[in-house]
Nanobody, 115 residues
Framework: QVQLVESGGGLVEPGGSLTLSCQAS????????MAWYRQAPGKEREHVAD???????NYNPSVEGRFAISRDNARPTIFLQMDSLKPEDTAVYYC?????????WGQGTQVTVSS
């Protein structure tokens, strides 16, 4: 089981930026995808962005052009750079690790966009 710990959340004004980090205990061996999801109050959890072992990325259309997911291959950590934040980006952001034999989630980090 991969252990995931998110950090970097907080309160930011609209138009501001935050960078989230997800420290994993390890990258899964073989093909895998690391992803960010979010869940706003009263809403279902939704996909934000993901990055494969080979660096291929996918984004939710609502964040494309504003958010950027990346990974550090020297250490098991992924990042979510969030720019031009909007109030509707307010949510708990979760990290997820997916491979053929395992599907792990972190505990989440709160992001609040408000003036």
């Amino acid at each position: 089981q991969v252990q995931l710990v998110e950090s970097g959340g907080g309160l930011v004004e609209p138009g501001g930026s935050l960078t989230l980090s997800c420290q994993a205990s390890e990258y899964p061996s073989g093909f895998h995808v690391m992803a960010w999801y979010r869940q706003a109050p009263g809403k279902e959890r939704e996909h934000v962005a993901d990055i494969s072992k080979f660096g291929i990325t996918n984004y939710n259309p609502s964040v494309e052009g504003r958010f950027a997911i990346s990974r550090d291959n020297a250490r098991p950590t992924i990042f979510l750079q969030m720019d031009s934040l909007k109030p509707e980006d307010t949510a708990v952001y979760y990290c997820r690790s997916i491979c053929a034999t395992n599907d792990s989630w972190g505990q989440g980090t709160q992001v609040t966009v408000s003036s």
